[in-house]
């Protein structure tokens, strides 16, 4: 079946660690995306990346990386010099069952809560 | 501000009652989306909408009713509220035709008592 796993339920680190959060996925398309979204304690959904599948460039953004491996079938969020603001649950989605020009649907892993202490 | 709004946020009712959620997005979109997140925080999708069609409806109940009036708008009507209907309902908007990322809501907080 297709399906995304975040084996990390949860994780804690202390302010300035670099923390990385895995994702590894499931899927029989040849062409698909990625994303990950953070979801801060305030409760909303913010989009942070999307990745093609033929693009297996790693992407840096400031202290966020990520590395996308199709090989394992694996996109997994690297943070560097972690900060207390990064705390939230990390959402992995590969999007699928894509409807010509009508959209498809994410499919969200478990979520990986982060927690930075001080 | 362009966003994705929904309202209310929070939504206390008792079981049997009928509530509804509403939904409008000005980013421009033609599909929208409605996600149920459960108390372990794990999301899925209940329904899709493409120019004010259903195109995905994920095996949920009857009492869930959606309405697209338009592009912008998609509310969702919930018939006859059960205790497991408590959870946080976000709306999501995308553009589609290049896999653009989906746009969430803020959430509406439903509690059954």
């Known amino acids: 079946a297709q399906k995304v796993t975040q084996a990390q339920t949860e994780i804690s680190v202390v302010e300035k660690e670099d923390v990385t959060l895995d994702c590894v996925y499931e899927?029989?398309?040849?062409?698909?995306?990625l994303f990950w979204y953070k979801q801060p304690p305030s409760g909303e959904l913010v989009f942070l990346i999307r990745?093609?599948?033929?693009?297996?460039q790693n992407e840096i953004s400031g202290r966020y990386s990520w590395n996308f491996q199709k090989s394992t079938s694996s996109f997994n969020f690297t943070i560097t010099a972690s900060q207390v603001v990064d705390s939230a649950v990390y959402f992995c989605?590969?999007?699928?069952?894509?409807?010509?020009?009508?959209?498809?649907?994410?499919?969200f892993g478990q979520g990986t809560e982060l927690s930075v202490k001080p | 501000d362009t966003a994705v709004s929904q309202t209310p946020k929070y939504l206390v009712t008792q079981m049997g009652n009928d509530k509804s959620i509403k939904c409008e997005q000005n980013?421009?979109?033609?599909?929208m989306y409605w996600y149920k997140q459960d108390s372990k925080k794990f999301l899925k999708i209940m329904f899709s909408?493409?120019?004010?069609?259903?195109?995905i409806n994920e095996t949920v109940p009857n009492r869930f009713s959606p309405k697209s009036p338009d592009k912008a708008h998609l509310n969702l009507h919930i018939n006859s509220l059960e205790l497991g209907d408590s959870a946080v309902y976000f709306c999501?908007?995308?553009?589609?035709?290049?896999?653009?990322?989906?746009?969430f809501g803020n959430g509406t907080r439903l509690t059954v008592t």
């Open positions: 999501a908007s995308s553009q589609t035709g290049d896999n653009s990322p989906l746009h």
């Open positions: 899927t029989r398309d040849t062409t698909y995306y």
């Open positions: 990745r093609n599948s033929f693009d297996e």
């Open positions: 989605a590969p999007l699928r069952d894509m409807i010509y020009n009508q959209g498809g649907k994410l499919i």
């Open positions: 980013l421009g979109h033609d599909t």
């Open positions: 909408y493409n120019n004010k069609e259903l195109i």
